[in-house]
């Protein structure tokens, strides 16, 4: 893991393929690999791009990456992909993107899949954006699809978030019921060739008119990914939000909120997950379940129970054979 | 509250939004008036209802609750809308649905919104359809917007979950690309007057070929919500499934695991956001934080050390007096 950790650090992308790989599958060791790139903080700009399905996502990622490359900058890119636990690889089979750009060193480009424990993916999200940071890129772009909680967690990791709508569809609203647009720091009307992208545009400006002044004004751009109109605009704009970020001592608070998203998601499994584990050995779940069903008790006075057990089972047995000694 | 809970149980519905409300808000008291309402089990039929924004998945409630009602059930629709924190209920304004229902004492229609902590949804939901519970619907749909993981979480609460998808737009795939193809026990094509239905549904068919045969194979049926054409079969297929369920002994299985998505719930509020307080009142928290942004400490390590600390903290504390005695 060293060996592999250091190869990592020095910019090797198999061994960076690799290390994600095990990540994900929460193989052995990967522990101690991810708690080595926590160790060596790295510092990439983390962009996070998100957006309802059909909007065009994947063409305007392309679209950025290129536009990063052009001003010299290494570009990673994850996809945060909570695809189908029962298809699977199947239907990841379909990202055939990013093939024009393998034969490029300075771009990244890899996509998560929940395999099967969707929940865990907010937490690996965080682990494998802090593995990309050791490698060293100058950008690392998170993708999201869908617009539901998961999508809001990912982009707690993220400096400055692209909210991408399209026109028609009634995109500007549906994004706003998914609670999505708080966290733009920009938003993108993507296929603006289309008729209605002004209507869209201006809809955003009205929701953003009603937000409390002061701090960040997200702009509203208008881009075609596909043939790259609005694409400079957009790295400028990702731009001029980092270094208001870095200027107003923004950049660090949300640093600090990945850390704390991080921290959150460390404690879920460390202590739920072992209340849960623990009661299950025990019998005890099973007789909380039982109780549950059959109306004797409800689930806040279980859990309590549950919690205060847990509590005094792990920390005083402990206790008592120190003081026998 | 004894009194309120009294009025639920006998059927008033003033009684049940203003106590959805208590519950929303977290009141005081609200915590004992779920409790209540989980001691008090109700025989409902959950129906959780879920597919993209812009499918249809609105007309397609009100249908089902015609239908549900010509068959002499009542009927409770649970709308569970993530809507934006900031603008809040301007947004849930243009929820006029359901007006011609407010008449009909045997239908009661809620919207949930997350208030700004969408985070607590899922709980809330839990907690809400415990109450309408006790009201005793013969029905209880529960509707969600979006795709992503809450609306995932929020589904474990359902008997039977109906799918939602229109032709077109590629919506086949991108259901599947958010997790929610496995969770459907019914799908449905709406809109299905339009171009392309009868290719999502032989879309839809090919991929249930692929999993797995045995148990309950998920009908696809094909509705024009706005005409009422196929809402008879969805209304058939729904207690199909529900009939299937009873015999085949799923039906305790889900209960089962409504309730410990609850207990999941519950543990996850009393534990971390009690060790995270606990941690921020003394200052660890901060040095934790602190240590992170320097590199010096990593999340799981960090989690590790609070979630101990806790666990010596509250039990041992309150062993030591009792030795002393």
Known sequence: MEALFEMIRRGDRPALARAISLVEDGAPGSRELVQAAYRTPGNSRIV??????????????????????????????????????????????????????????????????SRGHLGGLTRATGDVLTLVGVAGFDDVLVETVGAGQSEVDVMKYANTVLVVLSPGLGDAVQTLKAGIFEIGDVFVVNKADLAGADRTRAELEMMLDMRPPGGWRPPVLKTVATTGEGLPELAGAIEAHYEYLKSSGGLKARVRNRFLASLEEYLKREMVDEVLRAASASGELERCLAALEAGKDDPASAASRLASQYRAASSCSALVPSERS
């Open 48 to 113: 996070g791009i998100t957006g309802a399905p059909g909007v065009g996502k994947s063409s305007l990622v392309d679209g950025i990456v290129n536009e990063l490359r052009s001003m010299g900058r290494s570009v990673a890119v994850i996809a945060v992909d909570p695809s189908s636990p029962f298809t699977g690889g199947a239907i990841l089979g379909d990202r055939v993107r990013m093939k024009h750009r393998t034969t490029d060193p300075h771009v990244f480009f890899r996509s998560l899949a």
